[in-house]
């Protein structure tokens, strides 16, 4: 079992920057595909950011695009989203998730996937 704590989140103005990390522990991380999902009060979680964990190819949902990227340190077994140019929009509980297994196109929906941690609080003001 692979157990994934996030960490870095917290309060930005709008328009600053926050980095956050994804530890994964437990059992060698043989996640296919790993991602970053984010859950404000009242809404579903959304998609927001993924990545190959083998290759480190990449994909983004549209919001975030050109402003948040996405990354691995396969030796740390750490994954990371910086975020700049926040939106207060971009306010919500981020998550990390694991999928083992690869699928034909890019697993943009938390059922897909196999384990989470338990999430950060970011929060940006206007």
């Known amino acids: 079992q692979v157990q994934l704590v996030e960490s870095g989140g917290g309060l930005v103005q709008a328009g600053g920057s926050l980095r956050l990390s994804c530890a994964a522990s437990g059992r060698t991380v043989s996640s296919y595909y790993m991602a970053w999902f984010r859950q404000a009060p009242g809404k579903e979680r959304e998609f927001v950011a993924a990545i190959i964990w083998s290759g480190g190819n990449t994909y983004y949902a549209d919001p975030v695009k050109g402003r948040f990227t996405i990354s691995r340190d396969k030796a740390a077994n750490t994954m990371y989203l910086q975020m700049n140019i926040l939106k207060p929009e971009d306010t919500a509980v981020y998550y990390c998730?694991?999928?083992?297994?690869?699928?034909?196109?890019?697993?943009?929906?938390?059922?897909?996937?196999?384990?989470w941690g338990q999430g950060t609080q970011v929060t940006v003001s206007s």
């Open positions: 998730g694991g999928k083992d297994r690869y699928s034909s196109r890019w697993p943009v929906t938390p059922y897909e996937y196999d384990y």
